[in-house]
């Protein structure tokens, strides 16, 4: 047998994903050595150069192969090959062994976590699978000021981490593993996970949520990593001095430009169109960061291409502008600018894309948009999908609110619909035999 790689990962304080892969190698029982780079300039420069220019962490290295961030690390484990690098994948010898379990919550995030914490007490041993972006978000989220409960806030990944403790403590295992596809042509449900793992579950609440949205323009691809990024809270503090640009109009471009501020030289918050979608709260904070000069707003104006490279970093932006606004849409329009624009980092916060995909060859009915339509209505059912058996719950359903409360509280309605719904599938089987029964009697 082959001795052990030797695992090493590059962390810094406060990163969600940093604590996303070592919570994957420890799953795995993997030994592995961890480096903090937050205030260690030596060993930033020292992560820098092993990881090819990029500066965000984590970064993994297997035998000094750089594996690299949570998302490359995370597409390993998705597509089955993680284990391995990591000396742990076993010779094939025959089909996959198929595990039940009685309820699968797809989803560790706020309503995900909730569901499980109300379908463990409901004795229905859920099993939380973690997905591409274990806890969600909310981990991604630096305070948390508005969830009932915390007058001082909280913060997202402490929150998160408080509920699946909370949830493990009355019974429910939690798995890092993306399903890749569910087959409700039969009972149990068959459900499918990226990496080869099968398993049949007598219900399944779906509480995926959303994935950050990207531009789609030219050097955003090429760029993310090396200055281009989706999490200020995570990425931030690597470009600190610089003058950083915020897209978004909604509550996390302004909650992210304000948190930037504690960093950047100045931060720019652009913006399609005139008017803002944040709430007022928000709205507030950071027009006192521009009272005071540490952030100008860049209304009606679009970023169409980021140029740098990734041993620089982001270089500058091309900037197209039209009093009108949506300028990207009227480039033959006299009134529409362009300009070049120097930047050292950009940040996105335009939106988020429901994970739903592991759906879409279901009879689960889902908008144009990909978010799962639920009953609805004031009675009992209301996270009911057009499958009986898959319910859903959180922003893979609410495309309006998008709040962890609204988040918690449809997890409860889920694992509430669920626990009926399972109640009444095994009193149908009861009544089945009994049915049966009698009839032999006659």
Not at 171 to 180: L, P, Q, R, S, Y
Request: hydrophobic share 35%; with cysteine.
């Amino acid at each position: 047998m082959s001795e052990e790689p030797r695992v090493e990962m590059y962390t810094k304080e406060n990163c969600s994903y940093c604590e996303k892969a070592k919570d994957l190698l420890d799953e795995k029982g993997v030994e592995y050595e961890t480096y903090n780079v937050t205030g260690d300039e030596e060993l930033f420069d020292e992560m820098v150069e092993r990881a090819d220019g990029r500066k965000t962490a984590p970064e993994v290295f297997v035998d000094d192969e750089l594996v690299g961030g949570w998302d490359e690390t995370s597409a390993l484990e998705r597509d089955g090959k993680l284990d391995e690098k990591l000396g742990l994948a076993v010779a094939d010898g025959g089909e996959t062994d198929v595990e039940h379990r009685k309820l699968i919550v797809s989803g560790s995030g706020i309503a995900g976590l909730t569901a499980a914490i109300y379908s463990a007490r409901s004795n229905n041993d859920p099993l939380v699978l973690q997905g591409d972006e274990p806890g969600g978000q909310l981990t991604l989220t630096t305070d948390v000021e508005n969830y009932p409960g915390f007058p001082d806030g909280i913060s997202g990944p402490e929150l998160i981490n408080d509920m699946q403790e909370q949830a493990e403590r009355f019974g429910a295992e939690v798995k890092t593993g993306i399903i890749e596809d569910v087959d409700d042509t039969s009972r149990p449900f068959r459900v499918e996970l990226t990496n080869g793992d099968v398993y049949t579950t007598d219900a399944l609440i779906a509480a995926s949520g959303a994935s950050a949205r990207t531009l789609s323009i030219p050097g955003e691809d090429e760029l993310m990593g090396y200055g281009v990024s989706t999490c200020a809270t995570c990425d931030g503090a690597f470009f600190r001095d610089e003058e950083m640009i915020v897209i978004g109009g909604g509550d996390a471009a302004f909650e992210e430009a304000t948190f930037l501020t504690k960093f950047a030289k100045k931060v720019y918050l652009v913006h399609r169109r005139e008017e803002f979608r944040a709430e007022d709260y928000w709205q507030d904070r950071l027009q006192e960061k521009v009272d005071d000069g540490d952030i100008e707003i860049m209304k009606n104006t679009e970023v169409t291409e980021i140029r740098g490279s990734p041993e620089e970093g982001v270089d500058h932006v091309t900037l197209v502008s039209n009093p009108k606004g949506k300028p990207s849409q009227k480039l033959d329009d006299p009134e529409t600018e362009e300009s070049h624009f120097d930047v050292g980092a950009v940040f996105l916060a335009i939106g988020h894309t429901p994970n739903t995909g592991y759906l879409e060859d279901t009879a689960v009915e889902l908008d144009e948009e990909g978010y799962i339509r639920t009953e609805g209505g004031k009675g009992g059912g209301q996270t009911k999908t057009d499958v009986p058996g898959i319910f859903g719950a959180g922003d893979v359903v609410d495309f309006h609110y998008q709040q962890a409360v609204t988040a918690a509280g449809m997890g409860c309605k889920a694992a509430l619909d669920a626990d009926d719904y399972l109640e009444t599938a095994e009193l149908g089987e009861a009544s089945a035999v009994h049915e049966g029964a009698a009839a032999s009697d006659d």
